[in-house]
């Protein structure tokens, strides 16, 4: 059998991190981890428990007492928060807009931290989010940083939404991923940033299945064989 290594994937909202990651670790048999979802969990217990998304003691005494699996659904990863299935409600609006509030306090992504390492123990794992590459996984064989502007950003956040026949706004769209790519760029504990050691793809101009071209020959190359 082929060696298993770690595809640590990092980059702003919707540069099609979750996409690819999903693609190629069907392609390589690997788990697939999206620790953005971890982070919307917590968001989503957190606002319905009426908690202030401010209050680290608050969110630290919701997060201890909190289960949350990751397990491959026929249409993608679902999400289990206390054992519920929470993969939809965690992507509202709310969520998305508070989101980035939770995931910069600094017990909140240590405890993060070593759940994330704990999934990924044996290896053969792809894992998507903001802090992979330099710090959940910084000795991942294979790194990626996924880029693309924040025009095609929300572009593709806003076509998904219309196909799925949620509300959208465009321009509303745009401010809101600028707002949170400058929130999670500029928090003091593991801001979003390229490992030194990562490869940048900018995906503005890319297809789905020429982004996933370029990782899996980054990985067959560490992975030794096809
Ligand atoms: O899917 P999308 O790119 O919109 O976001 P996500 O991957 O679901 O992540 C949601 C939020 O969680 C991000 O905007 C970050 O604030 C936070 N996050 C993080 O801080 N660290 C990670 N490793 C993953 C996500
Ligand atoms: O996980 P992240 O927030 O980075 O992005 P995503 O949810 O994987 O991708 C956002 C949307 O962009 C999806 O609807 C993808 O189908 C689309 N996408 C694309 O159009 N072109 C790419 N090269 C990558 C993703």
């Given at each position: 059998m082929n060696r298993q290594i770690s595809i640590a994937i990092d980059g702003p909202a919707a540069a099609g991190k979750s996409t690819v990651a999903k693609i190629v670790a069907e392609k390589l048999s690997y788990i697939y981890i999206d620790t953005g979802a971890m982070y919307r969990a917590l968001t989503y217990k957190a606002i319905q428990q009426q908690?202030?998304?401010?209050?680290e003691a608050a969110l630290m005494e919701i997060l201890n007492s909190t289960t949350i699996d990751l397990q491959p659904g026929t249409e993608g990863q679902l999400i289990y928060l206390d054992g519920q299935d929470v993969t939809n409600q965690i992507r509202s609006s709310e969520v998305t807009n508070s989101v980035s509030i939770v995931s910069r306090h600094k017990l909140v992504r240590e405890e993060m931290v070593l759940r994330q390492q704990s999934f990924a123990q044996n290896g053969g794992v792809v894992m998507d989010g903001r802090d992979i590459g330099t710090h959940?996984?910084?000795?991942?064989e294979v790194k990626i940083f996924l880029l693309a502007s924040v025009d095609e950003r929300a572009i593709r956040r806003h076509t998904e939404n219309v196909q799925k026949g949620f509300p959208s706004d465009l321009e509303k769209l745009k401010k809101e991923i600028s707002l949170r790519d400058r929130l999670d760029s500029e928090?003091?504990?593991?801001?979003l940033k390229k490992a030194e050691d990562a490869v940048e793809i900018d995906?503005?101009?890319?297809?789905i299945v020429q982004v996933v071209e370029k990782i899996m020959d980054l990985a067959y190359e560490r992975i030794g064989s096809k």
């Amino acid at each position: 059998m082929n060696r298993q290594i770690s595809i640590a994937i990092d980059g702003p909202a919707a540069a099609g991190k979750s996409t690819v990651a999903k693609i190629v670790a069907e392609k390589l048999s690997y788990i697939y981890i999206d620790t953005g979802a971890m982070y919307r969990a917590l968001t989503y217990k957190a606002i319905q428990q009426q908690a202030s998304i401010e209050d680290e003691a608050a969110l630290m005494e919701i997060l201890n007492s909190t289960t949350i699996d990751l397990q491959p659904g026929t249409e993608g990863q679902l999400i289990y928060l206390d054992g519920q299935d929470v993969t939809n409600q965690i992507r509202s609006s709310e969520v998305t807009n508070s989101v980035s509030i939770v995931s910069r306090h600094k017990l909140v992504r240590e405890e993060m931290v070593l759940r994330q390492q704990s999934f990924a123990q044996n290896g053969g794992v792809v894992m998507d989010g903001r802090d992979i590459g330099t710090h959940v996984l910084p000795l991942a064989e294979v790194k990626i940083f996924l880029l693309a502007s924040v025009d095609e950003r929300a572009i593709r956040r806003h076509t998904e939404n219309v196909q799925k026949g949620f509300p959208s706004d465009l321009e509303k769209l745009k401010k809101e991923i600028s707002l949170r790519d400058r929130l999670d760029s500029e928090r003091e504990v593991a801001p979003l940033k390229k490992a030194e050691d990562a490869v940048e793809i900018d995906t503005t101009s890319l297809s789905i299945v020429q982004v996933v071209e370029k990782i899996m020959d980054l990985a067959y190359e560490r992975i030794g064989s096809k």
